[in-house]
């Protein structure tokens, strides 16, 4: 089992928790039986609990390209609900300001473009960065006061998912349900009016904090406000069309089936070209050595013998040296 399993995760559900469930689902399914025949696995990139999608889980030795999950891209919808600002952003923490101000969908449009391109933004003091060697939850859940560095991101792009309600209105409420077509009655479109909520869709930078943004976004409609629902549509490589829900995945583990729902390794790396090689060029990979005289370009590559990864690789000046190697 080498590979990917994509999970939808449910609302509710750590990160390592999803981790659990497929360690689960391999023992089950006769994967792993003991403990030393368990392949490794690990997630590509934290979903905080309150949030719902996609969540790769790497099995084998695709989970050393988990690191290269870190690092990629993500798209999430998320609902900004206006007036109530939380010490965590999000519907977990306790109020910290209010505000009777509500923008309008107009407004909210105008003020998007200062937040597309590279920005700086402030982390949530309720985050995993450390201060002194310490989480800054930690911090934060002690009491302390938390101050975080701006950092640099990048949102490559942010657009309105949908426009949210106008205060007084009803609609449903679940985190599934936001993002479907509400009657027109419910949702006026005019831009003119207040309106308590909007959705929003962001495809974003390693690194960003979609609480911050959201955040921000508020305070300069001179309001506040803080997410309501997050979810992760893709995580680089990987969108929702690849993932299952957890009863699919325990469903699979009771058939013995799960190599059905597993991706392959070269599908966490479908964002570089394939570099194939000789037998004999794929053995001396294996054994840690440059090989001379490629004829590629310089950048990544996945190399691979036949069928087989070798390994991931980097060329530069007709040199070709391995970044990761595939025990396989």
């Known amino acids: 089992m080498h590979g990917w399993i994509i999970l ?3 609302l509710g559900l750590g990160s390592t928790q999803g981790v659990s469930a497929v360690k689960r689902a391999l023992r089950e399914g006769g994967y792993g039986p003991k403990k030393r025949d368990m392949p490794k696995v690990g997630h590509g990139g934290t979903l905080d609990p309150l949030a719902t999608g996609v969540l790769p889980i790497a099995i084998g030795e695709a989970t050393k390209l988990a690191g290269r999950m870190l690092d990629s891209d993500k798209i999430y919808d998320f609902t900004i609900g206006f007036g109530v600002q939380t010490d965590t952003l999000d519907l977990e923490g306790r109020e910290i300001a209010t505000s009777d101000v509500r923008p309008t969908i107009d407004q909210v449009r105008a003020v998007l473009p200062r937040f597309t391109g590279p920005i700086e933004q402030v982390p949530p003091a309720y985050s995993a960065l450390k201060v002194d060697g310490e989480r800054a939850y930690d911090l934060a859940r002690a009491g302390e006061e938390v101050i975080l560095a701006p950092r640099s991101v990048t949102i490559h792009s942010l657009s ?3 426009p949210g309600l106008v205060p007084g209105s009803t609609a449903p409420q679940s985190a599934a349900s936001r993002l479907e077509e509400w009657p027109r009655e419910q949702v006026r479109g005019d831009g003119l009016e207040p309106i308590d909520e ?4 962001a495809h974003v930078s390693k690194g960003t904090y979609i609480r911050s943004l959201a955040r ?5 409609l001179g309001t506040v406000g803080h997410v309501t629902m997050l979810r992760r549509t893709r995580a680089g490589p990987f969108g929702l069309e690849s993932a299952i ?4 995945l325990g469903e699979h583990a009771k ?8 991706l392959p390794l070269r599908a966490g790396l479908d964002d570089i070209p394939a570099l194939s090689l000789t037998p004999d060029q794929a053995g001396l990979l294996r054994q840690g050595q440059v090989l001379a005289g490629i004829a590629a370009d310089d950048g990544q590559y ?3 013998a036949g069928d087989t990864p070798v390994a991931l690789v980097e060329a530069q000046s007709g040199l070709v040296r391995v970044v990761r190697g595939f025990n396989l």
């Open 216 to 220: 921000d976004i508020a305070l300069a």
């Open 255 to 262: 058939a013995r089936t799960l190599e059905h729902l597993l």
């Open 8 to 10: 939808d995760k449910p």
């Open 198 to 201: 909007i959705t929003l869709t």
């Open 160 to 162: 309105i998912r949908h």
């Open 245 to 248: 829900s957890l009863d699919k």
């Open 302 to 304: 996945f190399a691979c």
